[in-house]
């Protein structure tokens, strides 16, 4: 398979921590975006990060990418009840090749 | 802008009959992707089209599954006959260009029994 790994597969925090998930990616990538998905729906874009780029911030969201180690980052800080989801990273490769990773289910306990 | 559109939200059915699944991307979108989401995993890519060409089909089951997606708007997917292993989350997506965001529809949830 050429889904990425993500971890934790789930975590839960205290609302107002901060969660930490990570992605790893097999091939070298054009660009690697994260995406949320509440329970029964579809997929939502959150931000998107270039291969020439280190670090993004949105909002509470910050994403680091290390191009060496083939992994990226997911920062949320500030969490709040409404940000309990599955979050899930896409490496994109040449060609617009696109491969979602396995996922982190967030639990936020408010 | 109006979101990816699908229906039916929800469909059981009863092994080896057919179901079709339907999708309207985002007016202006040229891109359009059907994937499958078994529980707790990540999307997989089933088909891609670009306009109207199907230009990434590699991973759709051809045996059973086929997809059509006229005048290059809206997009059905089909699965005849269905089997078990079928049951998943088939998900519609659309984007602008190929590495670009991807804009998820809310999907059709499919139970084979």
């Known amino acids: 398979s050429q889904q990425g790994e993500e971890d934790p597969q789930a975590l839960s925090i205290q609302e107002g921590e901060n969660a930490t998930m990570n992605c790893s990616y097999k091939?070298?990538?054009?660009?690697l975006q994260w995406y949320r998905q509440n329970s029964g729906r579809g997929l939502v874009h959150l931000i998107l990060i270039r291969s020439n780029e280190r670090e993004k911030h949105s909002g509470r969201l910050r994403v680091t990418l290390d191009t060496s180690k083939k992994s990226s980052s997911l920062l949320i800080t500030a969490s709040r009840a409404a940000d309990t989801a599955s979050y899930f990273c896409a490496s994109v490769h040449t060609g617009n090749q696109f491969y979602f990773g396995t996922g982190t289910s967030l639990t936020v306990i408010p | 802008e109006a979101g990816v559109v699908q229906s039916p939200r929800y469909k059981i059915i009863e092994k080896k009959q057919p179901v079709a699944f339907w999708c309207n991307p985002i007016?202006?979108?040229?891109?359009l992707y059907w994937y499958r989401q078994n529980l707790g995993q990540g999307p997989e890519l089933l088909i891609r089209y670009e306009n109207e060409e199907a230009v990434d089909d590699s991973q759709l089951p051809k045996d059973r599954f086929s997809a059509e997606r006229l005048k290059g708007v809206d997009s059905t997917l089909k699965i005849q006959p269905a089997e078990l292993g079928d049951s998943a989350v088939y998900l519609c997506?659309?984007?602008?260009?190929?590495?670009?965001?991807?804009?998820f529809g809310p999907g059709t949830r499919l139970t084979v029994l």
């Open positions: 997506a659309s984007s602008r260009r190929g590495g670009g965001p991807r804009f």
């Open positions: 091939t070298s990538i054009n660009n």
């Open positions: 007016s202006g979108h040229n891109t």
